[in-house]
T-cell receptor, first 108, second 111 residues
Framework: GQSLEQPSEVTAVEGAIVQINCTYQ??????LSWYQQHDGGAPTFLSY????GLEETGRFSSFLSRSDSYGYLLLQELQMKDSASYFC?????????FGTGTKLQVIP | GAGVSQSPSNKVTEKGKDVELRCDPI?????LYWYRQSLGQGLEFLIY????????KSGLPSDRFSAERTGGSVSTLTIQRTQQEDSAVYLC?????????FGPGTRLTVL
């Protein structure tokens, strides 16, 4: 099976940089995705890493290291609207498995 | 184009009643997922449909839960004899390759 671990909560200051880590166990997968979910809303896609390395999309970047079974989401120039839950997800050979989510609180 | 839609958006039912939740995926998406999310919790996988293959039902919590997908498009999640612990938001997502597109969810409340 597949399992993913994330910190449950992270707090960061507006304008700062924050990194949300995701470690996983799997027998094989296509890639690692990240999703954002605001309270009361549905998850929305942020980023996808099929290969090792860094993928940059505006203020958000995502990193994957298959050899370390590890990935992270990096948020730069934090804004108050970035306060949300962030989920990593493994795109496996059969289905997608989500992590437990990290609740990010951005404070002034 | 239209995204994933779900209906109803809210459903309040009495314990013991059956409910049906509907998901209309994005046209052409071959994969369809159902998840359950309790307040403040992560996404709990329920069931996965991929094309014409047999669905992956490994996440269904009990035999009271079932789902079908007709014509490779619309899906219905049925919960029989609802219990209070079934109260949650039920999310549907569809995908073509790896990126999942989520619907707005159905908030189910069992009294």
């Amino acid at each position: 099976g597949q399992s993913l671990e994330q910190p449950s909560e992270v707090t960061a200051v507006e304008g700062a940089i924050v990194q949300i880590n995701c470690t996983y166990q799997t027998s094989g997968f296509y890639g690692l995705s990240w999703y954002q979910q605001h309270d009361g809303g549905a998850p929305t896609f942020l980023s996808y890493n099929a290969l090792d390395g860094l993928e940059e999309t505006g203020r958000f970047s995502s990193f994957l290291s298959r050899s370390d079974s590890y990935g992270y989401l990096l948020l730069q120039e934090l804004q108050m609207k970035d306060s949300a839950s962030y989920f990593c997800a493994l795109a496996g050979y059969q289905k997608v498995t989500f992590g437990t989510g990290t609740k990010l609180q951005v404070i002034p | 184009g239209a995204g994933v839609s779900q209906s109803p958006s809210n459903k309040v039912t009495e314990k013991g009643k059956d409910v049906e939740l509907r998901c209309d995926p994005i046209s052409g998406h071959t994969a369809l997922y159902w998840y359950r999310q309790s307040l403040g919790q992560g996404l709990e996988f329920l069931i996965y449909f991929q094309g014409n293959s047999a669905p992956d039902k490994s996440g269904l919590p009990s035999d009271r839960f079932s789902a079908e997908r007709t014509g490779g498009s619309v899906s219905t999640l049925t919960i029989q004899r609802t219990q209070q612990e079934d109260s949650a938001v039920y999310l549907c997502a569809s995908s073509l390759v790896d990126t999942q597109y989520f619907g707005p969810g159905t908030r189910l409340t069992v009294l």
